[in-house]
T-cell receptor
C-alpha cells in the first residue's frame, strides 16, 4: 500500500535557527497537505499543494511540492517558540482507491530552545 | 462557532468492555474520519464515511465498528476484539471537495486497564 515517509523524526533547534522537514511518498500523489499538532493538541490544517513544483509561503513557512509529485518539504525560517509541535504531511494517491483517503507521515517533532 | 466535538476527552475502561466514542460536527461536512494516534506514530485511519449510511474500512479497522445514521454524527465503538485499544482517537471531517483540509476534533484519550 501507499507509504509516506517523513524525516527527521525529531529536530531540536535554537530559537532563530531554520528548520526543514521532508516528506517522501512511495507513489505519485495528486496532492499533499501539511498539518501542525501542538503538544497535547490536535492536528490543524496548514496548507495543500496540488501542482508539480508548487511553492507556497505562509509568513515564515515555505512549502514545496516536488516536480515528480512524490516528495514535499516544509521549511521554517527563524524559528520561534510558538513553532513547537509535530508537523505532519499527508498525501492523497494520484489514481486508484478512494479519493477521500489521506495517508499521513509519522511526523517531525520540533522543539525550540529559547 | 462551527466545529467538531469529541467526547469524552478522557475515557477509562476495563479490558473486555466495549466503549463508544462520540463525534459530532456542525460544519455540514460530507466526509468524516476516525484516526488512531499512538506515541511517536502518525495518524492511522480506522474508518471513514463519505455520505450518510455508508462507510468504509481504513487501514486498521479490526476490532472497531462505526455507524453514520446522521450527517452530523460518526460514533466509533472500540470492541473487546481490539487487542491494543489504549490510544488517542481523533475524529475529522471535510467538505465534499478534495481541495479542503481536514478539520479535527480535540480527541479522546482512551485507556483500557
Amino acid at each position: 500500500g501507499q507509504q509516506v515517509m517523513q524525516i527527521p523524526q525529531y529536530q531540536h533547534v535554537q530559537e532563530g535557527e531554520d528548520f526543514t522537514t521532508y516528506c517522501n511518498s512511495s507513489t505519485t500523489l495528486s496532492n499533499i497537505q501539511w498539518y501542525k499538532q501542538r503538544p497535547g493538541g490536535h492536528p490543524v490544517f496548514l496548507i495543500q499543494l496540488v501542482k508539480s513544483g508548487e511553492v507556497k509561503k505562509q509568513k515564515r513557512l515555505t512549502f514545496q511540492f516536488g516536480e515528480a509529485k512524490k516528495n514535499s518539504s516544509l521549511h521554517i525560517t527563524a524559528t520561534q517558540t510558538t513553532d513547537v509541535g509535530t508537523y505532519f504531511c499527508a498525501g492523497r494517491k494520484m489514481s486508484g482507491g478512494s479519493n477521500y483517503k489521506l495517508t499521513f507521515g509519522k511526523g517531525t517533532l520540533l522543539t525550540v530552545n529559547p | 462557532d462551527g466545529g467538531i466535538t469529541q467526547s469524552p476527552k478522557y475515557l477509562f475502561r476495563k479490558e473486555g468492555q466495549n466503549v463508544t466514542l462520540s463525534c459530532e460536527q456542525n460544519l455540514n461536512h460530507d466526509a468524516m474520519y476516525w484516526y488512531r494516534q499512538d506515541p511517536g506514530q502518525g495518524l492511522r485511519l480506522i474508518y471513514y464515511s463519505q455520505i450518510v449510511n455508508d462507510f468504509q474500512k481504513g487501514d486498521i479497522a479490526e476490532g472497531y465498528s462505526v455507524s453514520r445514521e446522521k450527517k452530523e454524527s460518526f460514533p466509533l465503538t472500540v470492541t473487546s476484539a481490539q487487542k491494543n485499544p489504549t490510544a488517542f482517537y481523533l475524529c475529522a471531517s471535510r467538505p465534499g471537495q478534495s481541495r479542503y483540509g481536514y478539520t479535527f476534533g480535540s480527541g479522546t484519550r482512551l485507556t483500557v486497564v
